[in-house]
C-alpha cells in the first residue's frame, strides 16, 4: 500500500479542475449535498455531522 500527498501534484491542479468541472456538467461525476436552512440550525448540523445524518457535504444556508 503506497499513500500520496495531493499537494505533490500540483501542478496538475488546472487540468484536474478542468475535467472535474467538465464531468459534473456531463453528468459523468455526482455529488450529493445535505443542506440545512438558517443559521440558527449551525448547532444541529453540526451535531449532524458526528452522528452520520448528512449525505455527502453538510452545508448551511443562512
Known sequence: MQGFI?????????????LLAQWVKEGK?????????GFDQLPTAL?????????GKMIVEI
Do not use: D
Open 6 to 18: 495531493v499537494s505533490n501534484f500540483q501542478s496538475m491542479y488546472p487540468e484536474a479542475i478542468r
Open 29 to 37: 461525476l455526482k455529488f450529493t449535498e445535505t443542506i440545512v436552512h
Open 47 to 55: 451535531i449532524g455531522l458526528f452522528t452520520g445524518e448528512n449525505t
